[in-house]
Nanobody, 124 residues
Framework: QVQLVESGGGLVQAGGSLRLSCAYS????????MGWFRQAPGKEREFVAA???????IYSDSVKGRFTISRDNAKNTVYLQMNSLKLEDTAVYYC??????????????????WGQGTQVTVSS
């Protein structure tokens, strides 16, 4: 079992920055691939970014160049640095974990552990 706890959400003006954190714990949790997903009001949850233990990462087209995913394996924490935030980035952001794979993945169904989510609101 892996436990995930997100933090760092809040209210920010468009063009601003936020950094989300996700602390993970549990046996062998440091080996897991980690991902960030988000769900905006009235929309389905969507992939944002993912990172393997090695540090290789992928991003959705909508955030590429603005968001950066990273992880500190010693601290069992994964981060999502969000810059140049837009109104459409408003959503509940979820941290998730999946069994390690050969490559980073944005497929939601592959992620088996989920955090409770943290709200990010971007205002004009």
């Amino acid at each position: 079992q892996v436990q995930l706890v997100e933090s760092g959400g809040g209210l920010v003006q468009a063009g601003g920055s936020l950094r989300l954190s996700c602390a993970y714990s549990g046996r062998t949790s440091s080996n897991y691939d980690m991902g960030w997903f988000r769900q905006a009001p009235g929309k389905e949850r969507e992939f944002v970014a993912a990172i393997r233990r090695s540090g290789s990462s992928i991003y959705s087209d909508s955030v590429k160049g603005r968001f950066t995913i990273s992880r500190d394996n010693a601290k069992n924490t994964v981060y999502l640095q969000m810059n140049s935030l837009k109104l459409e980035d408003t959503a509940v952001y979820y941290c998730a974990a999946r069994q390690p794979g050969w490559y980073a993945s944005g497929v939601e169904s592959e992620y088996i552990y989920w955090g409770q989510g943290t709200q990010v609101t971007v205002s004009s």
